[in-house]
């Protein structure tokens, strides 16, 4: 049986990290996986494979980035069904808000409340978070560059341990669309 999946780049075409997403492409499907497909510049790529599952996919993609590039690369790969989850869960009204006021940070792990608990939500009031298992909602009335939640979140402090990667609203729906099959 094969499944498809996104494939969740962190920090990849910022910084001068470069990774040109036809080279992704090619690395990916010599791998062995099928379907492969880029979205934007910034580190997503859909793909099918009937091997392995996320976390082994994770740690096979990162090691051949990291041999090719020559720098490492975190990689977080989920499924269509959890991503779709994730969509359908947003505790915040979606529909009514600009793509950049809304964002999804993914963990490769579960996370749990207590490692946020020394953030005062009071004190960066309009922007606000809500808590999923392996993600994190994130609405920022004037995005994500002007976002002092978003800086104390992205602290190292808070996401020790895990690997964590952010995405805009319309590239967490269109992750959705694109691992559909």
Avoid at 30 to 49: D, I, N, P
Avoid at 134 to 144: K, N, Q
Wanted: with cysteine.
């Amino acid at each position: 049986m094969t499944t498809t999946y996104a494939a969740l780049l962190r920090a990849v075409n910022v910084g001068g990290r470069k990774l040109p997403m036809a080279e992704l492409r090619q690395l990916m499907t010599g791998l062995g996986y099928e379907g492969v497909r880029t979205h934007l510049q910034s580190g997503q790529a859909v793909f099918t494979t009937g091997h392995g599952d996320e976390e082994s996919l994770a740690a096979e993609l990162a090691e051949a980035i990291g041999k090719h590039c020559g720098f490492p690369v975190d990689v977080i790969v989920r499924d269509h069904a959890y991503l779709a989850a994730v969509v359908e869960a947003c505790p915040f009204p979606a529909a009514e808000l600009e793509a950049r006021q809304l964002h999804v940070t993914y963990f490769s792990a579960p996370v749990d409340a207590a490692r946020f608990a020394e953030i005062d939500r009071e004190t960066y009031l309009p922007e606000e978070f809500r808590l999923g298992r392996r993600e994190l909602y994130l609405y920022v009335p004037d995005g994500l560059g002007r976002s002092k939640l978003a800086e104390h979140l992205a602290k190292p402090r808070i996401n020790k341990g895990v690997i964590a990667t952010s995405r805009n609203w319309n590239t967490v729906t269109k992750l959705v669309e694109l691992t559909a099959g």
